[in-house]
């Protein structure tokens, strides 16, 4: 069996309090659709806002969402996706949670890839500047982890250039700044 790393590290709690299907949701959106206040997030998911400000609490409490001070005014609070990275680790059982949370993200993925590439209106810009890109190879174990080293660090350097600029894609032509999402998944492939 496997155990999932997450890095920052969650503990047990924080698993348990993510894989809740309704704070699944809410990182969704937040992740897709970037900041949101709980009433926002309510009218999105046709909730409360008692439901998602509570829920926020809890997500908040572990790490998995943090305020966005840059865009409440008054006792307006704003809420963004905090980012995280998870990685399998041989060993250990895989807890329930992490199983939920493991599927949430892979449905997530693949619905995020599906509306991009049935997006027939997408600018041509955006189309030009895209990559869709699957590569096999063999490797050692020790060549795939520089691998992965290397490309998370370029992925930090490019994706690190856009925080901070809620404000400015708010008010920015949608041709000239986006939200982008970066998947990059590198595993072996089953054995025969």
């Not at 943090?66 to 998870?86: P, V």
Request: aromatic share 8%.
């Amino acid at each position: 069996m496997d155990e999932f790393v997450f890095e920052p590290r969650l503990d047990a709690a924080a698993m348990k309090a993510f894989a809740h299907p309704l704070r699944l949701r809410m990182f969704s959106v937040l992740s897709n659709g970037g900041p949101a206040t709980a009433t926002g997030l309510a009218e999105r998911l046709g909730e409360s806002t008692g439901q998602t400000s509570y829920h926020l609490r809890q997500l908040e409490r572990h790490g998995l969402v943090e305020e966005d001070t840059s865009l409440g005014k008054g006792r307006e609070r704003w809420w963004r996706a905090s980012s995280f990275s998870m990685r399998k680790r041989a060993g250990d059982a895989t807890a329930p949670e992490v199983a939920v949370l493991r599927s949430a993200m892979v449905e997530d993925a693949a619905a995020t890839m599906q509306a991009w590439l049935s997006d027939d209106a997408a600018p041509q810009v955006w189309v030009d500047a895209s990559l869709e890109q699957s590569t096999t190879a063999i490797l050692t174990p020790a060549e795939l982890a520089v691998m992965n080293r290397e490309v998370q660090k370029v992925v930090d350097r490019h994706t690190s250039a856009g925080s901070g600029r809620e404000a400015e894609l708010r008010e920015a032509d949608s041709t000239k700044l986006r939200r982008i999402r970066v998947y990059y998944y590198a595993f072996p492939l089953p054995q025969d």
